[in-house]
């Protein structure tokens, strides 16, 4: 839900744009909907757009593309461990919600170079300037810590992703994308967001659904287990006994 | 080669689960014990989130004691009277430990306590399995008798109240120390993930006086029905029952167990054991290791709400 004030901030500030900066921005996917089943072993997405009605008269070096992919928010704990008569043990947690699950960004330059920190904080660009809450009383600085190792963490896994230079022009105004999605990602509504820059301030945007959704067996199973956990676990020990039967049944011991 | 676990939402080679399931069934097969000491720290090991690791592993060992309790049964080799009264206390066990791993997954300290669990009770009874072993080979080195089990039974126990009478095992022992083992084993099966055997065994043979005979049979039943349970108790408390990830491991060590019995059955019981300490001690050291040396990272992410 915290997406709306964004998208509104987002909607003020084309309103406000002086009308001569004409510019404007196309973009597509390369699918709507990623459908995670047995084989999947993460895949890969193409974010491609043109910038419309291109201006020759704006300088290169002015013109700034940011490519954005959030996933679905989800809630996270993060740990830290200290060392306790020898032994690391876990002394404090900050639980985190709105922190989306999957994050990635690619700019034309590096994003400080883009635009100011004001307005990159505004829009939450970079995976460091994603605003968390948390309902634990800490202080600024600790939750800068847990907020600072919770990327890290995520980036380590592949989950978040911050890329300068992956964004790849075809011509002057045609320009593309190619965002890594591992295996782990959640299911859930992602959003692919692509910016249009001119000198710092944002002329166009475009912000486009994407599904990650388990089908198949995959989500039967899922759905099973959440929706009638009692009948599912019932299951799980009936299968295991059938096959602790059978191996038994083959394998029977002579005599 | 890649399979996607729909309940732990990785992806994972599934060769790679067979063979752990394979190479833990093995040595089950070697060496008469569930192996999900092993197994729960491998899974974790290869990236299985813990919560699921620990579940999963109750819903195989179910699987694996069926097996072994049918098995027995055939050979007469099952105490179904005090394997009932084990089961009851293993069911209480289960209940508390699966609200205590809730508690520890609320508090963080689910890995901590895991771990630590892992290594006090790998380190005692690796350590004790050892030390016996050796004993016993240094004996046989020097041609002494050996030693007979005497069945007289602990004063401590003939004294506690609620006698019963245990045909099959040739006992007449209160019910109290039965249902405070079967409670024990019930915990740490929902908490670390293990069948217990390796608990259950020695303290029927060195507490309750059991008959060698019955004792294996009649651990596999408890820890059949203890396991069942907990797999249900995990799967409505925790969602973290994997079907997909059990059945994996299941295969695989249901191969394994057949050819590890036949290694088995050429070795003698005394080295069979004292193999078993070095393992179980190996384990615990490594585990232990874990705890005492810096992480790469001091912290942390886990998906969830405390």
Redo the contacts between chains.
Sequence with gaps: MRRIPTLLLLLLTLAAMPAHAAEDLVSGLSTDLIQ???????TDIVVFGAIETFDPGTPAEDRDIVVVIRGPE??????????VF?????RR?I?F?GLP?YYFIASTRPLDLVASADTLERFELGPSRLTADTDVPASPEEIAQ?HA??V???TREQLYWENTNSIEFLSRSLFRARIPVP??V?SGEYRAEVYLFHGGTVVSAQSTPLFVD?TG???E??DF??EA??S??????F???A??????A??R?RG | MEIYLPIAEISVNWIMIVGMGAAVGFLSGVFGVGGGFLLTPLLVFYGIPPGVAVATQACHITASSVSGALTHWRRNGIDFVMGGVLAVGGLVGSILGVQLFRILQQTGQVEFTVTAGYVLLLSSIGGLMLNESVRAIRARRRGDPPQLTRHVQHSWILRLPLKMRFRHSKLYISVIPPLALGTLVGILTAILGVGGGFVLVPAMIYILRMPTGAVVGTSQFQILFVTAVTTILHAITNHTVDLVLAWLLVMGAAFGVQFGVRVGSKLRGEELRALLGILVVAVALRLLFGLVATPDDIYSVVVGVP
């Design positions: 995670i089943r047995s084989d999947f072993t993460g989800v809630p996270r704990v993060v740990r830290r461990r200290d060392r020898g032994l690391w043990v876990t947690q639980p919600t699950g847990f190792a919770t890290r963490t995520l295996s782990t959640p388990k067996f995959e989500r199973l899922y287990s959440n956990p009692f599912y676990g019932l299951v799980a020990v299968m295991s006994g096959l602790g039967w059978l191996g038994f083959l394998f011991p």
